[in-house]
T-cell receptor, first 111, second 114 residues
């Protein structure tokens, strides 16, 4: 079992729809969770971080965390073609420093 | 302020040669990470530095890879006797100390081994 798992996609949604990206992790003691966006040929950029169970909203983005289910998700509302990218889920484990990245989910937003 | 910088941005080398990749973290960030990303793949953790603590080298793929961090700031990743499978983008990231601090990435160095 991989430490951080994501569906590789591609996930295709029409412009204006909600895109839902999912991630599961294996280390039950993990403390912090991050979503990064990576455009082709570019380095990852941080979108959101979440540390407590529940939802965290920032503009069109909502991160959801369920530690009991070891599950974290990212919702993108009113998806735009500019949101087309690979989204990386990252989990900082119980040791508090090493961050494990998922393989990423490719998102396509069709105009 | 300035972000994480890496040099060179591109490096083409011949199989068997040694290469050095440089990372300059964000000022004040005590944690520094190196990752490798092969084409179309996810991020592969290589090594982590935190302050003056011994680095976590658990991700280094072979003894041809080594890294150092001088004065708690600039880091150099060295690959000896490069192989074609070493071709990838090498990404550096830095963060403040602690489990809740985000990593910020540099632009990466694209290494091509011919």
């Amino acid at each position: 079992q991989k430490e951080v798992e994501q569906n590789s996609g591609p996930l295709s949604v029409p412009e204006g729809a909600i895109a839902s990206l999912n991630c599961t992790y294996s280390d039950r003691g993990s403390q912090s969770f991050f979503w990064y966006r990576q455009y082709s040929g570019k380095s990852p950029e941080l979108i959101m971080s979440i540390y407590s169970n529940g939802d965290k909203e920032d503009g069109r983005f909502t991160a959801q965390l369920n530690k009991a289910s070891q599950y974290v998700s990212l919702l993108i509302r009113d998806s735009q073609p500019s949101d087309s990218a690979t989204y990386l889920c990252a989990v900082k484990g119980s040791g508090g420093f090493k961050t494990i990245f998922g393989a990423g989910t490719r998102l396509f937003v069709k105009a | 302020g300035a972000g994480v910088s890496q040099s060179p941005s591109n490096k083409v080398t011949e199989k068997g040669k040694d290469v050095e990749l440089r990372c300059d973290p964000i000022s004040g960030h005590t944690a520094l990470y190196w990752y490798r990303q092969s084409l179309g793949q996810g991020l592969e953790f290589l090594i982590y530095f935190q302050g003056n603590s011994a680095p976590d080298k658990s991700g280094l793929p072979s003894d041809r890879f080594s890294a150092e961090r001088t004065g708690g700031s600039v880091s150099t990743l060295t690959i000896q006797r490069t192989q074609q499978e070493d071709s990838a983008v090498y990404l550096c990231a830095s963060s403040l100390q602690g489990p809740y601090n985000e990593q910020f990435f540099g632009p990466g160095t694209r290494l091509t081994v011919l």
